[in-house]
């Protein structure tokens, strides 16, 4: 069983930046594939970015890609997303997810933090 946590939400203007972190409670984190999802209101949830259990592969939407980085920290059971250049279709509740292998489905999903952008 893995419990994720989001935090670095928040309100911010076109153009700005925001980073979100996810804190996994499971000694393991390592073993885990994460990826970063949104929902925005009245749509059904996107994936956004995702990374390996070692860092060595990272995948983005192409909404985001150019913009928005992945990266973990093994060490601090961490995974973050780092957002520039913000724009309003980015405002999205944002979640963070964990799996046990890149072959299956995200199985552990956080309750998620809400990005919200103004123009």
């Known amino acids: 069983q893995v419990q994720l946590v989001e935090s670095g939400g928040g309100l911010v203007q076109a153009g700005g930046s925001l980073r979100l972190s996810c804190a996994a409670s499971?000694?393991?984190?390592?073993?885990?594939?994460m990826g970063w999802f949104r929902q925005a209101p009245g749509k059904e949830r996107e994936f956004v970015a995702r990374?390996?259990?070692?860092?060595?592969?990272?995948n983005y939407a192409d909404s985001v890609k150019g913009r928005f980085t992945i990266s973990r920290d093994n060490a601090k059971n961490t995974v973050y997303l780092q957002m520039n250049s913000l724009k309003p279709d980015d405002t999205a509740v944002y979640y963070c997810?964990?799996?046990?292998?890149?072959?299956?489905?995200?199985?552990?999903w956080g309750q998620g933090t809400q990005v919200t952008v103004s123009s």
């Open positions: 997810a964990a799996r046990n292998s890149p072959s299956r489905d995200y199985n552990y």
């Open positions: 499971r000694r393991t984190f390592s073993d885990y594939d």
């Open positions: 990374i390996t259990r070692s860092a060595g592969v990272t």
